[in-house]
């Protein structure tokens, strides 16, 4: 059975940094893409950044986010990491951590985390 489990969300002031993890069970993250999604109050879930393949191709929703957050990958743990620098208040939602084909619609995705708060304060 899959299970996806995101961990490391948090408050933080603007300009601060934070790590989420995510940790996948049940299949391999370099089989499998990992993608991080987000929704804000009010707002409809947005990808933000992808990695997969066995090349680990990165995909990311925005210029922004691209210039201020790194994924990477662990294989040893099958955990895929979302460091996320300079952050803004704007960044402020649930993160969430998928499994699945790639890419940035949230329909190729077909296992779950629960999601993990991150608050920027201004």
């Known amino acids: 059975q899959v299970q996806v489990e995101e961990s490391g969300g948090g408050l933080v002031q603007t300009g601060g940094s934070l790590r989420l993890s995510c940790a996948v069970s049940g299949r391999t993250i370099s089989e499998y893409a990992v993608g991080w999604f987000r929704q804000a109050p009010g707002k409809e879930r947005e990808f933000v950044v992808s990695t997969g393949g066995r090349g680990g191709y990165t995909l990311y929703g925005s210029q922004s986010v691209q210039d201020r957050f790194t994924i990477s990958r662990d294989h040893a743990k099958n955990t895929v990491y979302l460091q996320m620098n300079s952050l803004k208040p704007e960044d402020t939602a649930v993160y969430y951590c998928?499994?699945?084909?790639?890419?940035?619609?949230?329909?190729?995705?077909?296992?779950w985390g629960q999601g993990t708060q991150v608050t920027v304060s201004s």
């Open positions: 998928a499994s699945g084909l790639g890419g940035a619609s949230i329909g190729r995705y077909d296992h």
